[in-house]
C-alpha cells in the first residue's frame, strides 16, 4: 500500500500544480470579469438590469453544466460564427467557466460594497480639493476592494474546490491524474481517500492564509 | 428529446426536494449537538462539518459509489442496498452537504441569541424542552427561513454532479440526448431554461409555502 503511494507521489504533486495553475488562472479572469461587471452596472442604469440579469442567470445555473455549455455549445457557436472549426481546448474552457461564475459572485459582493460606500469619504476628499481620478484611484478603490476581502477568500476557497469537476471534460488536475491511477491500480477507495485529504489540505492551508491576510 | 430532458428536470427536482428534507431534519440534529456540553459529540460534527466543507463534492460522489464498491464486506453487507443505487447515493451525500451547510447558519444564528433570553428563561423556571421549542427554535426558525433560498439554490447545482455517478437527471440527460442527436447548442439552451425553471418553482415555492405558513 505504502509502496503504491510512493510510487504515484510525483503524479500527486503535478496534480496538484496543475489545480492550483486552473485555481490561479481562473481567479486572475475571475477578478476581471467581476470588475468589469461593475464598471458595466455602474455605468448606467440599463446596464445595470442586463448585468443582473446575467449574473443571476450564470449564478442559478449549474457549474458542470455551464462548464459543458462552454466547452461543448461554446465550440460549436463559435465555429459558425468564424465558418471554419475551432476548437477550444479543455484548459481554456475549464478556466473561463470558474472565471465565469467566480466573476458573477465577485461582482454581487464588488457591487454590495460600491452601493454602501460611505458617502463622508468622498467629500472630505473633495472639500481637500483631489482630483476626481485620485479620489478614486487613491480613495475609493483601495477601499471598496479592502471591504470585499472576506467575501473574496470564501469564493476562492468555493473555487479551489470547484477545480474538481474539470476533470469531467478531460482537463489534467489533480482528480483525473487520481482516475489515471486508479484505472492502472484498481484501488479506489484508497486513492479517492488521499485526494480527499489533499484537497482537504490545501483548502485548509488557504483559509490560514486568508484568515492572515484580512488581518493585515 | 424533451422527453429525456422532461425526465431529467423530474428527476433532480425529486433529488433535490428530498435531500433537502432529509439534510434540515439532520441539521437540526447537529446543531443541537454542536450546542450540547459533550465535547466529544461536539468535535466528532466540527470534523463531520470540516470535511464536508473542504472535500469537493465531486470526491465525496467517487469515493462513496466507486470507492466504497472495491471492499468485498461492503457488497456483501446490508449496507450495499443504499450504496447499490446511484439515485440513493446521490441523495444521501446531498443531504448530508446540505446538512452540513445549513448547521453551520443554525449555530451561528444560535449564537447570536442574546444571553439575556436564556437567563430569562431560566428565571421563569421553564423547562429545557420548552426554552427549547418556544425561545430558542423560534427565533432561529424566524432568521433561518430568510437566508434558506440560498441553499436551495446550492443544493440545486450541486445535483448537476449526479450525474457523475449514472444518474440521469438534467445535466446527464442532456448529455445523453446530445450524444444520440448531435443538436449540441439547442439542447444546452433548452436544458438552462429548465434549470432556471426549476429554480424558480423550488425557490417561490418555498416562499409562498413560508409566507402560509407564518401567517397561521
Known sequence: MLNLIIEYAPAFLTGILETLAIAIVALIEGLLIGISLTTCSAYSHSMHL????FSNVIIFLPELFILFLIYFAGTEIISAFLHQTVEINAFMASTFTLALVFGCYA?????SNFINMPGGEKEAAKILGLSEKYIWRKILLPSIFQKSLPGLGNLWL?????TSIVSLIGATELLSRIQFIIVHTQQPFIFYSITAILYFTLSNLSENGLKRLVKI | MMITLLKGTLVTLALTISALGLGLILAFFITYGLNSPNIILKKLLYAFINFIRGVPLLVQFFLTYYGLAEFEWVR???????????????????????????AILMQ??????????????????LSHFIMMREVILKRMLTSFWTIYPNEIAAILKCTALASTITLMELTGAARQVMAK?????????????LYLLVAL???????ILHCYFSKI
Open chain 1, 50 to 53: 442586463i448585468v443582473r440579469c
Open chain 1, 107 to 111: 461582482y454581487k459582493i464588488f457591487y
Open chain 1, 158 to 162: 468555493i473555487l479551489l474546490k470547484e
Open chain 2, 76 to 102: 456483501e453487507s446490508s449496507l450495499w442496498i443504499v450504496l447499490e443505487s446511484p439515485s440513493i447515493c446521490a441523495t444521501l451525500i446531498l443531504a448530508m452537504n446540505s446538512s452540513a451547510y445549513s
Open chain 2, 108 to 125: 451561528m444564528i444560535v449564537q447570536n441569541i442574546p444571553k439575556g433570553e436564556i437567563e430569562a428563561c431560566q428565571i421563569l423556571h
Open chain 2, 181 to 193: 442527436s448531435y443538436q449540441i447548442s439547442e439542447t444546452l439552451l433548452i436544458t438552462a431554461a
Open chain 2, 201 to 207: 418553482i423550488l425557490i417561490n415555492g418555498f416562499k
